[in-house]
């Protein structure tokens, strides 16, 4: 079983950017495939971004060429980096463990102002 909390999100205007994080316990996270999914007021959950045991990665086209999802296994923790963010990119964004995902992190709020 692998525990997941999210950190990073907050407010930001157009253009501009920000680094989620998921920091793991319980299991490293180099032994899962771990995604980045988003879910907009009023819409479902979408997957935007995951990234293999290997190492491939998947974007969205909503997201590809701005977001970089990565993995640091000496921090147990894998990232969402965010550049021109949009303001339809304002959702609460969730980690997830497993594919399909088997574990959910409990979510941070990211809100682009334009």
């Known amino acids: 079983q692998v525990q997941l909390v999210e950190s990073g999100g907050g407010l930001v205007q157009a253009g501009g950017s920000l680094r989620l994080s998921c920091a793991a316990s319980?299991?490293?996270?180099?032994?899962?495939?771990m995604g980045w999914f988003r879910q907009a007021p009023g819409k479902g959950r979408e997957s935007i971004a995951d990234?293999?045991?290997?190492?491939?990665?998947y974007y969205a086209d909503s997201v590809k060429g701005r977001f970089t999802i990565s993995r640091d296994n000496a921090k147990n923790t894998v990232y969402l980096q965010m550049n021109s963010l949009k303001p339809e990119d304002t959702a609460v964004y969730y980690c997830?463990?497993?594919?399909?995902?088997?574990?959910w992190g409990q979510g941070t709020q990211v809100t682009v102002s334009s």
């Open positions: 319980g299991r490293t996270v180099s032994s899962y495939f």
């Open positions: 997830a463990a497993g594919n399909p995902p088997e574990y």
């Open positions: 990234i293999s045991r290997n190492g491939v990665t």
